[in-house]
């Protein structure tokens, strides 16, 4: 049976029940088997009954329905707002997006596209965690992260894992249509309801999520426009304003030159994720006892060693050395063994939360790392931005790699196919934990 007809069979049998009694009241007082002092006036008895009778019945009726919508209402699976989020002027038009047109009975799709390292993700979990978002969308809001290599194998396992959370029972059924279909089903249940699909690579990965459409409403992130249907809301997520972008580069520092901070603005291009690179080593300078105007220069100058062309971020082809540029000014503030251990993890998977406990066990195995020594790592690269720690249920860590950042660890770390981290399977417990990954293909 399912959860919608066992509540209709519930609501049944308790509005029988008040119906018994309601109408036996009356029955008796009609018949004048109840004392005179009641029956005498019959008229007002069986109006009042009659009145009593049908705000039992709807009471019955609505109870279970409140019970359930103050349930539903705390379902918000999503992501935690980045730290130090700075406020974007694209955050507006996001909300609008969602939360416009209420009147239409068929969900609306938005999508957010641009490159890596714009803050796509960052916009869509603020937007979600917005008041105004959180109120219009009554039935609660769950996200899905899909990444470039999943596949449609994969991307069922996703859908049966959001299923099973909105039902708390896992689908038996293995075909991804109907799959997809059910999930549409359960979200329309619950009412209005948004399901934010992260990091689309292709219109396979997206197709499967597009029936909640039908009566939900989808928020997709994406660097490839073309993977969008027709007829989708599409907001750009590009360079931040210079207002914005002058914020995050300053943020937690001393005010510096201006014409420094219009350098750094100029040779970082207003890309965030660059941005915030920079921010988080000046930060550390300063901490250090650096000027920060000294820093600053220092930093211009270590990022222009690739040349003004290099850091244009309106040029695609240049990216990727301009990525270089700054992670490596990042990864200079570390000494030479912290910043191989950084590049290791980018053996790993992309688009997945890693448990610090692996973490551990690889640099255990590969530089032999203690406990505290990995976690003060950790700790040291998320202060540098270079990845982000954050707690999992409240009790468990995990680390997590922008996928751009994970990119250059691959493609920096040329890892000997001798040495323990390719292919390398590590023992814990009597298990044997596996390294998915590019690098970590060859057993």
């Avoid at 660059?274 to 211009?300: F, I, K, T, Y």
């Amino acid at each position: 049976m399912t959860r919608r007809k066992k509540r209709a069979a519930d609501t049944a049998t308790g509005m029988l029940v008040v119906l018994t009694i309601a109408v036996g009241l009356p029955v008796n007082v009609v018949s004048d088997y109840l004392p005179s002092v009641l029956t005498d006036h019959k008229a007002a008895w069986i109006a009042g009954l009659a009145t009593v009778t049908v705000a039992a019945v709807w009471l019955t009726w609505l109870a279970p329905r409140l019970a359930e919508r103050r349930a539903r209402g705390k379902l918000f699976q999503v992501l935690p707002v980045p730290k130090g989020w700075i406020p974007r002027g694209e955050l507006d038009e996001v909300v609008q997006a969602l939360t416009g047109a209420g009147s239409r009975t068929v969900g609306v799709t938005t999508a957010l596209w641009g490159a890596g390292g714009f803050g796509k993700t960052s916009l869509a979990v603020v937007a979600c965690h917005d008041r105004r978002v959180r109120r219009y969308f009554s039935g609660g809001t769950v996200w899905a992260t899909v990444g470039q290599d999943r596949t449609g194998a994969e991307i069922a396992d996703v859908i049966r894992s959001i299923c099973e959370t909105l039902s708390a029972e896992t689908p038996q059924m293995t075909d991804l249509q109907q799959l997809s279909h059910h999930l549409a089903e359960l979200m329309a249940e619950r009412g209005r309801m948004l399901l934010v699909v992260d990091d689309v690579w292709t219109s396979a990965q997206l197709e499967p999520f597009l029936a909640v459409v039908q009566r939900s409403r989808l928020l997709v992130t994406t660097r490839r426009p073309r993977t969008l249907p027709g007829g989708v809301v599409k907001i750009d997520v590009d360079a931040m304003t210079p207002a914005v972008a002058v914020r995050l580069l300053g943020r937690n520092l001393p005010i510096m030159r201006a014409n420094l901070r219009r350098q750094l603005l100029e040779v970082t291009g207003g890309w965030p994720l660059l941005l915030a690179l920079v921010n988080a080593r000046l930060v550390e300078d300063v901490s250090q006892g650096a000027l920060v105007n000294a820093a600053a220069e220092q930093a211009v100058a270590r990022l222009r060693q690739a040349g003004p062309a290099a850091l244009d971020i309106t040029d695609s082809g240049r990216r990727e050395t301009a990525v270089k540029a700054t992670i490596d000014y990042s990864l200079e503030a570390l000494p030479g063994e912290r910043r191989e251990r950084f590049l290791e993890l980018g053996i790993f998977a992309e688009d997945v939360d890693v448990p610090l406990e692996v973490a551990v066990l690889l640099w255990r195995g590969t530089a032999g790392l203690t406990l505290e020594q990995s976690q003060t790592l950790c700790e040291e690269l998320a202060g540098l931005s270079l990845l982000s720690l954050r707690w999992v249920d409240g009790k468990h860590q995990v680390v997590a790699l922008h996928d751009v950042l994970r990119s250059f660890a691959r493609s920096e770390h040329a890892i000997d196919p001798k040495r323990p981290v390719r292919g390398r399977l590590i023992h814990k417990n009597g298990e044997r934990c596996r390294f998915f990954g590019a690098s970590a293909s060859a057993e």
